[in-house]
């Protein structure tokens, strides 16, 4: 069985094609659609690598990852973040909650390949 | 100063004494014969006169210079400066106001695009379904082994996508273009009265029998700015010229016997074209003729009243379709102009749009005539027919590709 990936996103049709990437490519993907419990369902099964969405139904994905890092102890976990928003102030938020890499909407299949395999190796 | 009237000494210069008071609080500037004869009449120094108005000048210079912190004029100077070159004084005053206010719109249009929700949430969404749709089509372009299953749920989800995309650009170019929406405007006069309008439904029942327009504009005065307020006072006055030349029993009565052919009804009631199309596009829909939309331009093209019928917007902003048949008549002045129109959208709608230009003489040789032209708009039910001719909101915003009317790319990317 292939490395695990988290894939939080309330996009039905974005969580199909990236699982199907990553899903080809090896890894294992186990997806939520919703912000409300996240925190709960990333510790209840840690993955190798967590792809998070930012604007989430229930609680953003800056909030979930800066609980994980700051309440839960979750520093190691590798973090990708997807959001339709790519202004510097935006950035800046990810990097303070603590995200390894960002990505922004409209994003390749590549782009997101690439950031889970090197996330994935790190 | 020496006892006399304000009314009085209005009456001596032969100016209005709205236009004293103007003078009176700096509001206009004083100079020439009429300084001299406000002088002679006071029995003062014509400087005195303009000292006030000098003093308001001088503050606004001092001003312009603190808004810059690296300034290099010479403050102590100010006053020298806008004794000995007062015109440019002016200027420069002028210029300052007029940076500040464009400042202001600046500001107000950065404001919205970063706090308004409603763009920013489509906006979202629209890169969403981008993400989801390029995702789907580079997992079927890229070749491979793909289960049969999984190719129809990615065309699928191509399909749908699409779509959504569709409406959503839709929903925000309707948005961005709305005319009844005052809280998305930045406050332009034009817009304020349009908003204005259409709240009213461009109808006036108060306007139409022997009207008095003045107390028309004064009951509507605490609802708009003093420019806006001064705009439909001339659209009220034209309202009512119309009411009078083709009162509505008279319209009417030409509606049942013509239904909508305003060539016909402008005939059989000798009255002017455009007039029969303004007063359609009041009348028309509570006479059975269904909704109706009207746009009006002058004499440079610019759209100087616009009713918006839904699936035909009118830009807000810059230039609209030179393709409207409001510009064929335009150019063809006194010729009425009848064309089935299409408006791009999920499907083309198809409208029949009347128009006309009508131009309006001068005696002063030395003046251009000025024109308006007029068009009516009425939505036809069905899909477009192949014959009928494709027009769009403005370029900006127009998909339609390879148009021999394109005056700048289109922000919906072709």
Redesign the interface.
């Known amino acids: 069985m292939g490395k695990r990936v988290l894939l939080i996103e309330d996009?039905p049709?974005?969580i199909?094609?990236?699982s199907?990437?990553l899903s080809?490519d090896g890894w294992t993907v186990e997806t939520h659609a919703n912000g409300h419990d996240a925190v709960d369902v990333v510790q209840g099964n840690l993955p190798d690598v967590l792809i998070l969405d930012v604007?989430l139904p229930g609680k953003s994905g800056y909030d979930i990852l800066r609980e994980l890092r700051a309440h839960h102890g979750q520093t190691e976990l590798p973090v990708l973040m997807l959001t339709?928003?790519g202004q510097s102030k935006d950035r800046d938020l990810a990097e303070q909650a603590g995200v390894n890499r960002f990505i922004t909407?409209?994003?390749?299949?590549a782009e997101v390949l690439d950031a889970v395999r090197d996330l994935g190796e790190a | 100063m020496s006892g006399i009237r304000q009314a009085e000494l209005a009456r001596r210069v032969d100016i209005s004494a709205s236009y004293l008071n103007l003078i009176e609080h700096n509001r206009r500037r004083i100079g020439g014969k009429l300084l001299l004869d406000i002088a002679a009449i006071l029995q003062v120094e014509p400087s005195l006169l303009t000292e006030g108005a000098e003093a308001a000048l001088i503050a606004t210079l001092r001003e312009a210079a603190s808004d810059h912190r690296d300034s290099v004029a010479e403050l102590d100077k100010v006053d020298e400066f806008a004794g000995r070159f007062p015109g440019w004084a002016a200027l420069l005053a002028d210029s300052r106001r007029r940076i500040g206010s464009l400042e202001h719109a600046v500001q107000t249009l950065s404001d919205r695009m970063t706090h308004d929700p409603h763009l920013a949430a489509s906006?979202?969404e629209m890169?969403?379904s981008?993400?989801?749709i390029?995702?789907?089509a580079?997992?079927l372009a890229?070749g491979?082994d793909i289960e049969p299953e999984?190719q129809d749920?990615?065309h699928r989800?191509i399909n749908?996508?699409s779509a959504r995309l569709a409406d959503i650009s839709r929903a925000l170019v309707q948005y961005l273009d709305k005319v009844d929406d005052a809280s998305a405007t930045i406050g332009a006069p034009q817009d304020e009265l349009d908003a204005f309008l259409a709240q009213k439904g461009y109808c006036f029942p108060e306007l139409e029998d022997a009207a008095d327009v003045n107390a028309f504009v004064r009951a509507n005065r605490e609802a708009l700015s003093a420019v806006a307020c001064n705009m439909l006072g001339m659209i009220a006055k034209r309202y009512a010229e119309d009411a009078a030349d083709l009162p509505k029993s008279q319209l009417e009565a030409a509606v049942r016997a013509h239904g909508l052919n305003p060539w016909a009804m402008s005939q059989a009631l000798q009255a002017s074209p455009d007039l029969v199309l303004r007063r359609l596009a009041v009348w028309g829909e509570a006479m059975g003729l269904g909704p109706l939309g009207l746009a009006v331009c002058d004499a440079s093209g610019t759209l100087v009243l616009r009713k918006a019928i839904v699936d035909f917007p009118f830009p807000r902003f810059g230039s609209a379709c030179p393709l409207l048949p409001l510009f064929e008549a335009l150019a063809r002045p006194g010729y009425p102009v009848e064309r089935v129109v299409s408006m791009p959208g999920q499907t083309e709608k198809p409208f029949k749009a009347f128009a006309v230009c009508r131009i309006i003489l001068t005696d002063d040789p030395r003046m251009a005539s000025l024109s308006q032209t007029v068009m009516l708009l009425a939505p036809l039910n069905g899909t477009a027919p192949d014959a009928c001719q494709p027009v769009g909101v403005s370029c900006q915003i127009c998909p339609r590709d390879g148009c021999r009317a394109r005056r700048e790319p289109s922000i919906l990317g072709m």
């Open positions: 996009e049709n974005i199909e094609a990236i199907f990437i080809r604007m339709a928003r909407k409209p994003f390749s299949n | 906006l979202h890169l969403t981008v993400t989801s390029r995702s789907a580079a997992i890229d491979g999984w749920r990615f989800n749908e996508d």
